[in-house]
C-alpha cells in the first residue's frame, strides 16, 4: 500500500510517499480503508530531530493521528464494529502509548496511509453518521475533543471576559463559536488577514499578537499556541482568581507563571472522560460543533502538508483526502 512514511527522525520535508506493506488487524484490533486525514502537530513532532533522544520510533514511521474511512477487516475478538461499517476518529501511534487513555487506549500504525490498523475498544473511535461527510469527520476528531474538554473545563458563564490566543487554529476555529454561543464577551489573536474569519466565528474583538496588545483583568485565558514555559505574559493578563487554559506542551508549571493567584488548566483529554467521538459525533450532526477546514490535500500532496502545517501560517484544519 502507499502511506506517509519518515524514515528516520528529521525535519517534516523529510516525509514521503512510500510503498509498505498493508498492516493487519490482531486481537480486538481493526483495519480501516482510509478515505480521509488531517494533520495535526504530532504529525510534525513525534519523528522530529527534538523527539529523537526522548521518543524511540520503529522506522518506518506513518504519521497521522485522526482519520475517516471503512472497516475492511477485524481482527479476532472484535463484535464492536463490522467489515464495510463507516468509521471515524482519533489515535495515536503506538510509541505515545503512554500517553494515551489508561484503560482503553487508542493507539494506531499511522492514519496518512490507505490502510490503517486501530483498536476496536476505544471511545476515541465511533460509527460515522451518514450526516456527517468525510473531510468534515477527518478534521474534527482531535479539535472536537479538545473543545469539549476545554468548555468543561473553562465553564465559562455568561458574560465572563474570554481571551483566546491561537484563534485561527484547528483548535480555535473550533472552540471560538462555543464560546460564543456561551455569551462570552470573547477577544481573540489573529493576524490581520485573518480578523473577519475570527469575527465570523463569533469573537467581539480581534488583536494582535504579543503581550501588548493584550487586555487586561480578563476572567479566563485560553492559551492554544504558545509553548507551556511561555505563558507568564498571559497570565498576567489575568484578573486575581481568574482562569487560565491551556492545551500545548511542554506541562505548564504554576512557579512558571509568576503568580500563584490564578487557576491553572492544562487539558489533554485522551481518555474522553468529557465525552468521546460518539459525543463528538451528535454534536457535529445537531449543529453544535463545527470546524473549519482551511486547505484541502490529494494524496500526493500529503507530505507537503505536514510541510505547510510546520512551515505556514494556516488556518483551520489541513485535509487529505486518499
Same mark, same amino acid.
Given at each position: 500500500?502507499?502511506?506517509?512514511?519518515?524514515?528516520?527522525?528529521?525535519?517534516?520535508?523529510?516525509?514521503?510517499?512510500?510503498?509498505?506493506?498493508?498492516?493487519?488487524?490482531?486481537?480486538?484490533?481493526?483495519?480501516?480503508?482510509?478515505?480521509?486525514?488531517?494533520?495535526?502537530?504530532?504529525?510534525?513532532?513525534?519523528?522530529?530531530? =527534538?523527539?529523537?533522544?526522548?521518543?524511540?520510533?520503529?522506522?518506518?514511521?506513518?504519521?497521522?493521528?485522526?482519520? #475517516?474511512?471503512?472497516?475492511?477487516?477485524?481482527?479476532?475478538?472484535?463484535?464492536?464494529?463490522?467489515?464495510?461499517? *463507516? @468509521?471515524?476518529?482519533? !489515535?495515536?501511534?503506538?510509541?505515545?502509548?503512554?500517553?494515551?487513555?489508561?484503560?482503553?487506549?487508542?493507539?494506531?500504525?499511522?492514519? %496518512?496511509?490507505?490502510?490503517?490498523?486501530?483498536?476496536?475498544?476505544?471511545? %476515541?473511535?465511533?460509527?460515522?453518521?451518514?450526516? +456527517?461527510?468525510?473531510?468534515?469527520?477527518? #478534521?474534527?476528531?482531535?479539535?472536537? +475533543?479538545?473543545?469539549?474538554?476545554?468548555?468543561?473545563?473553562?465553564?465559562?458563564?455568561?458574560?465572563?471576559?474570554?481571551?483566546?490566543?491561537?484563534?485561527?487554529?484547528?483548535?480555535?476555529?473550533?472552540?471560538? *463559536?462555543? %464560546? !460564543?454561543? /456561551?455569551?462570552?464577551?470573547?477577544?481573540?489573536?489573529?493576524?490581520?488577514?485573518? /480578523?473577519?474569519?475570527?469575527?465570523?466565528?463569533?469573537?467581539?474583538?480581534?488583536?494582535?499578537?504579543?503581550?501588548?496588545?493584550? &487586555?487586561?483583568?480578563?476572567?479566563?485565558?485560553?492559551?492554544?499556541?504558545? &509553548?507551556?514555559?511561555?505563558?507568564?505574559? %498571559? !497570565?498576567?493578563?489575568?484578573?486575581?482568581?481568574?482562569?487560565?487554559?491551556?492545551?500545548?506542551?511542554? @506541562?505548564?508549571? &504554576?512557579?512558571? +507563571?509568576?503568580?500563584?493567584?490564578?487557576?491553572?488548566?492544562?487539558?489533554?483529554?485522551?481518555?474522553?472522560?468529557?465525552?468521546?467521538?460518539?459525543?463528538?459525533? =451528535?454534536?457535529? @450532526?445537531?449543529?453544535?460543533? !463545527?470546524?473549519?477546514?482551511?486547505?484541502?490535500?490529494?494524496?500526493?500532496?500529503?507530505?507537503?502538508?505536514? @510541510?505547510?502545517?510546520?512551515?505556514?501560517?494556516?488556518?483551520?484544519? +489541513?485535509?487529505?483526502?486518499?
Amino acid at each position: 500500500m502507499k502511506a506517509v512514511v519518515a524514515h528516520d527522525y528529521g525535519p517534516p520535508e523529510a516525509n514521503a510517499i512510500a510503498e509498505i506493506p498493508v498492516p493487519r488487524p490482531g486481537p480486538g484490533q481493526i483495519q480501516v480503508r482510509i478515505a480521509a486525514s488531517s494533520i495535526n502537530p504530532a504529525d510534525v513532532r513525534v519523528s522530529s530531530d =527534538e523527539s529523537r533522544h526522548d521518543l524511540p520510533l520503529d522506522f518506518p514511521h506513518v504519521p497521522g493521528n485522526d482519520f #475517516a474511512g471503512t472497516v475492511s477487516e477485524v481482527g479476532p475478538g472484535v463484535t464492536r464494529f463490522r467489515v464495510g461499517e *463507516p @468509521v471515524f476518529g482519533q !489515535a495515536v501511534p503506538r510509541a505515545l502509548k503512554a500517553m494515551t487513555g489508561a484503560t482503553r487506549p487508542s493507539l494506531t500504525t499511522g492514519a %496518512l496511509a490507505e490502510y490503517a490498523v486501530f483498536e476496536a475498544d476505544t471511545p %476515541l473511535i465511533t460509527r460515522r453518521p451518514n450526516d +456527517l461527510d468525510v473531510e468534515t469527520a477527518a #478534521a474534527l476528531p482531535t479539535v472536537g +475533543l479538545t473543545a469539549r474538554a476545554l468548555m468543561a473545563t473553562a465553564r465559562v458563564r455568561p458574560r465572563e471576559s474570554v481571551l483566546v490566543v491561537g484563534a485561527t487554529g484547528g483548535v480555535g476555529t473550533t472552540v471560538v *463559536p462555543l %464560546l !460564543a454561543a /456561551a455569551a462570552a464577551q470573547l477577544t481573540a489573536t489573529a493576524t490581520p488577514a485573518d /480578523a473577519e474569519l475570527v469575527r465570523g466565528l463569533g469573537a467581539a474583538s480581534v488583536i494582535g499578537y504579543g503581550a501588548a496588545g493584550y &487586555p487586561s483583568g480578563v476572567d479566563v485565558a485560553v492559551n492554544l499556541v504558545l &509553548p507551556g514555559d511561555k505563558l507568564t505574559d %498571559l !497570565a498576567s493578563a489575568v484578573r486575581p482568581g481568574g482562569r487560565l487554559i491551556t492545551i500545548t506542551f511542554p @506541562v505548564t508549571r &504554576p512557579e512558571w +507563571l509568576g503568580r500563584e493567584d490564578i487557576d491553572l488548566h492544562f487539558v489533554l483529554d485522551l481518555d474522553g472522560r468529557f465525552g468521546g467521538m460518539r459525543e463528538v459525533a =451528535e454534536d457535529a @450532526v445537531r449543529g453544535a460543533l !463545527a470546524t473549519t477546514i482551511g486547505r484541502r490535500y490529494r494524496f500526493d500532496e500529503a507530505p507537503q502538508a505536514i @510541510v505547510d502545517f510546520a512551515r505556514r501560517h494556516t488556518t483551520g484544519k +489541513l485535509v487529505v483526502r486518499m
